[in-house]
């Protein structure tokens, strides 16, 4: 009987440490700025992805570089940042407007990285970078904005759980600058 307990503990254990969880989800995004009176306005016209595979966010990376594991991402990134910029904005005192007609400007966005990468144990085995493009457009002016974000952090478990707030972190990073960008260019 203590044999057959032992096993089933064992496989138990194996079972339990061998899920991998490869995708993340972003949630909702929160901003803790306190809402300022919205005298500016901004309209955005789009905001798109350019990057070579938009479901996979991470990888995960043994010694000799190959991949293991690929981290993918349950929302649409794209949905999500749109979203999250429109928040963001509204809490800088600029109005989202729902067409260009009365907007002070129109505001196009591309989304041009957004990847991590977990490799080895180094001190900072852990990288994420992010880029985005936008484009302003105020009357007959056209501004052109790059919003840049490179992070790194050491983890000791490779899994897809270490890029759960680590992406987040990242993403929420790009929104909150695309946002001042925007907003400043008004």
């Known amino acids: ?62 010694k000799d570089g190959l991949v293991d594991d690929y981290i993918l991402v349950s929302e649409n990134v794209v949905s999500w940042y749109k979203q999250a910029l429109e928040k963001e904005l509204q809490a800088q005192g600029v109005a989202v407007l729902n067409s260009s007609e009365n907007a002070d400007a129109v505001a196009s966005v591309n989304i041009t990285k957004f990847i991590g990468n977990l490799q080895g144990f180094d001190k900072e085995n852990m990288k994420g ?16 904005k790059r919003v840049a974000q490179s992070q790194s952090e050491f983890v000791v478990i490779k899994d897809a759980k270490a890029f759960d707030p680590f992406m987040k972190n990242l993403l929420r990073d790009l929104v909150k600058k695309s946002a001042k960008q925007i907003e400043n260019s008004l």
Not at 4 to 33: E, H, P, R, W
């Open 129 to 144: 970078d992010g880029e985005v493009f936008i484009k302003i457009y105020k009357g007959k002016t056209t501004f052109s």
């Open 1 to 62: 009987m203590k044999k057959i307990i032992s096993i089933l503990a064992l496989a138990l254990f194996i079972v339990g440490c061998s899920q991998k969880n490869s995708m993340i989800s972003l949630g909702s995004y929160d901003t803790f700025n306190a809402q300022n009176k919205l005298e500016k306005s901004v309209y955005i016209s789009e905001v798109t992805q350019s990057v070579e595979n938009p479901n996979i966010i991470a990888t995960i990376r043994d």
